[in-house]
């Protein structure tokens, strides 16, 4: 468990009163969750700088992510038996693929070196 705090009246120039933040406690043996919350901690002092928070990307990944999941409820819920919807499970196959592709490049390429969207 970690504890973070300001012990100094002065850092940095600032008074003590600007970096007043409630200990957050983390679990060390957790990486996901100590990368949660210092990206949270990052995002709440660049919105006190005046920065304002860009949903773009997190609209493209819903965007992708309800169309990738569209192609698979049409391909199991579509009312024609196997034999004869070979061609709509083959176009439902072959987007969901390329959406999830899609998306996984995007979270590969550009979300991952975002903090403050």
């Not at 409630?22 to 995002?43: E, G, M, Q």
């Not at 072959?94 to 998306?103: D, E, K, Q, V, W």
């Amino acid at each position: 468990t970690c504890y973070t705090s300001t012990s100094n009246s002065k850092i940095m120039g600032k008074k003590k009163d600007d970096f007043e933040r409630p200990p957050v406690k983390v679990n060390l043996a957790d990486t996901a969750t100590i990368k949660r919350t210092i990206d949270d901690v990052v995002c709440k002092f660049v919105e006190s700088k005046g920065y304002q928070e860009d949903h773009y990307h997190n609209n493209v990944k819903i965007v992708l992510s309800v169309l990738a999941c569209s192609f698979g409820l049409i391909a199991h819920f579509y009312p024609l038996p196997f034999p004869e919807n070979t061609v709509l499970l083959l176009v439902c196959v072959l987007g969901y693929f390329a959406c999830t592709s899609i998306l996984t490049v995007f979270l590969w390429a550009v979300d991952s070196t975002l903090i403050f969207m």
